[in-house]
């Protein structure tokens, strides 16, 4: 079964200890993305990756930081995490990028900082 | 980048078809019109999508008029499990790894 499996769905964390959300995806895709959710806010693109070793920022990057060492696998990474990086995580994958290609998204990661 | 808008929220009574509107009109030849669903706060869900000619699938229709300013997202038989925020999206030409959602509409599908 295709699936984007993200790791914790819930974690709570204290400021500024860092922490990994794992992303992985079993679809042999080479674009990747994260995002998170805020209310009133909508869905905010953080990362993408187009391929391994290629990843670039989305509209939100500050705080955040992935990285893509295989094709399956996308980590977001929040070095020092702060109050305001509480929010609902998403992520993405497809084949070879959005323009035209299904965007397959995982069941998402609550994270609350304190 | 082009932009969508959607109307924020719609009603459409269980059984009937939920007709969707989205412009989109600064898109360009190369853009892709994407449709997704999000219930509650569970991941996006893919719908369809179409760059010129409408598309159906098992889930709904797209229907993307001729000058692709604007298109139609069908759901020919709502039910009460397709109350959901639907998104509109054209996929981008100036960086091809971007994807990015709007505010959507709301639709509540009522008995």
């Known amino acids: 079964e295709a699936q984007v499996t993200q790791n914790p769905r819930y974690l709570i964390t204290v400021t500024g200890k860092k922490l990994t959300v794992t992303c992985s995806q079993n679809?042999?895709?080479?674009?990747m993305s994260w995002y998170r959710q805020d209310p009133g806010l909508g869905l905010r693109q953080i990362y993408y990756?187009?391929?391994?070793?290629?990843?670039d920022k989305g509209d939100v990057p500050e705080g955040y930081k992935v990285s893509r060492k295989e094709k399956r696998n996308f980590p977001l990474i929040l070095e020092s995490p702060s109050p305001n990086q509480t929010s609902l995580y998403f992520c993405?994958?497809?084949?070879?990028?959005?323009?035209?290609?299904?965007?397959?998204f995982g069941e998402g990661s609550w994270l609350t900082v304190v | 980048d082009a932009k969508t808008t959607q109307p924020p929220s719609m009603d459409c009574a269980e059984g009937r078809a939920a007709n969707l509107p989205c412009n989109h009109s600064?898109?360009?030849?190369?853009?892709?019109v994407y449709w997704y669903r999000q219930i509650h706060s569970q991941g996006p869900q893919y719908i369809i999508h179409g760059l010129k000619n409408n598309e159906t699938n098992e889930m709904a229709s797209l229907i993307i008029t001729e000058d692709r300013k604007s298109s139609t997202l069908i759901l020919p038989h709502a039910t009460l499990r397709d109350t959901a925020v639907y998104y509109c999206i054209v996929s981008s030409t100036d960086s091809w790894g971007k994807f990015q959602f709007g505010a959507g509409t709301q639709v509540v599908v009522t008995p």
């Open positions: 993405a994958s497809s084949l070879t990028g959005p323009s035209g290609n299904t965007i397959y």
């Open positions: 600064t898109i360009s030849g190369n853009e892709y």
């Open positions: 990756s187009m391929n391994v070793e290629v990843t």
């Open positions: 679809m042999n895709h080479e674009y």
